[in-house]
């Protein structure tokens, strides 16, 4: 009787074991309906992506526009690159200053007063200048502002200068050619263009560079 109540549990134990065993199987195999293709991902189900993978596109830096920047000079005013405004004003001592008349030939202009404290010391380096090159052309042009003839004379010799005047009375060149200070600089090539500017008192070599502007192919020394 012992031996047949074993015989019996493990029967049942067998059993049990089987059931589950296929249990197990129906639930981790293929679905039979879907004829045993193996289940893939829906396209609306997130994706997962490594990170360490992933391409990062890296910016490009777009170059700086080079800046143009050199002591008393200035590139957004006084007419640089455009055709000179009109000049034409009556000389000290007589007769008239006319900038059109001298289309052919470099000019350099400066405007000046007998109460700038710095205009003597310029017009005595573009005097020397001049001098140096009018072989090459050069011609070079004070405009006294707001003073009388008899003021811009008696301020001419004391700079000691010789070169031709024209009379500013009324301001009227100053605000043509946008002059916000005295002493100020233009150099205008032979084609009448304005090539460069200097809107306060410069040294000789500022000078220089900026009259090799107006005389290409001259080598021009402070």
Do not use: K, N
């Amino acid at each position: 009787m012992p031996t047949r109540s074993w015989t019996i549990a493990g029967l049942a134990a067998g059993a049990v074991a089987g059931v589950i065993f296929v249990s197990a199987v129906i639930a981790l195999g293929p679905d039979p309906r879907a004829g045993g293709a193996v289940p893939t991902a829906s396209s609306d189900a997130p994706s997962s992506v490594d990170p360490s993978a992933a391409v990062t596109a890296t910016p490009v830096a777009t170059p700086a526009s080079p800046a143009i920047a050199r002591p008393g000079r200035s590139v957004t005013i006084m007419h640089i690159g455009e055709p000179a405004p009109v000049l034409a004003l009556t000389q000290v001592g007589g007769g008239f200053v006319d900038l059109a008349a001298l289309r052919g030939r470099p000019v350099w202009v400066i405007f000046v007063a007998s109460t700038c404290a710095e205009c003597p010391a310029d017009l005595r380096l573009m005097a020397d200048y001049v001098a140096r090159y009018s072989g090459d052309g050069l011609v070079g042009i004070v405009v006294d502002v707001g003073e009388s003839e008899s003021v811009a004379a008696a301020f001419a010799r004391r700079s000691g200068i010789t070169l031709p005047i024209g009379l500013d009375l009324d301001g009227h060149a100053r605000d043509a050619w946008e002059v916000v200070g005295l002493p100020a600089h233009v150099w205008v090539d032979r084609l009448q263009v304005v090539r460069d500017v200097a809107p306060a008192s410069i040294g000789a070599e500022s000078m220089a560079a900026s009259l090799a502007l107006i005389l290409p192919g001259v080598t021009v020394t402070p």
